[in-house]
């Protein structure tokens, strides 16, 4: 079977996608506003880019209306955001903030998810994420335009916070005490 996702509507070459690449693990971006507004969203399209400088990345795809989401457009305004890993006892309180609220409503606060000040980075991290990265903006890369256009965020990571016990030698995370969770 040969399927070309250009010829699909943009909905199914997503679904399409998604069933496709996995494991994909989940990306939850606490950002701020240039007002102080904070946004905490999840994103599947994530990975490691490189560790030299280290740096991961992650999509921000367009509302099919063809607007662009808190998150990028905070990004874009301060430069700063926190990728915070998702475990398996935030998974529900994660997905409550995968709904589209208002700009500045607080999805972590509507979700009651506490925050914690980042030590290097303007937006705060989620305080129980196992694992968080700060990050500062590398540079956005836009692929298409409007509707469902990515917006490819790079991200260098200037800090990690880990929980106490995860870490296995000094060398690596522990999969099993990280427990995290992917699409």
């Given at each position: ?156 990571i200037v800090l990690v ?23």
């Amino acid at each position: 079977m040969e399927i070309d996702l250009g010829a699909l509507a943009p909905r199914d070459a997503h679904d399409m996608l998604i069933s496709a690449l996995i494991p994909r693990p989940i990306a939850w971006v606490s950002s701020i506003s240039g007002q102080g507004q904070v946004n905490l969203a999840p994103f599947s399209f994530f990975c490691g880019i490189t560790w030299s400088p280290p740096t991961l990345g992650f999509s921000v795809v367009n509302r099919s209306d063809g607007s662009r989401k808190d998150t990028i457009v905070n990004i874009e305004e301060t430069g700063h955001f926190v990728v915070n890993m998702v475990s398996h006892d935030l998974a529900g309180r994660m997905v409550k903030t995968a709904s589209s609220l208002p700009r500045g409503v607080s999805e972590a606060d509507e979700a009651g998810i506490a925050l914690a000040p980042a030590a290097k980075v303007s937006a705060p991290r989620v305080k129980d994420a196992r694992v968080a990265f700060e990050c500062t903006l590398d540079r956005v890369v836009k692929v298409g335009q409007g509707p469902h256009a990515g917006n490819l965020v790079l991200g260098t990571i200037v800090l990690v916070h880990v929980r106490d016990g995860i870490v296995e030698d000094g060398k690596g995370i522990d999969p099993l005490r990280f427990d995290a969770i992917g699409r």
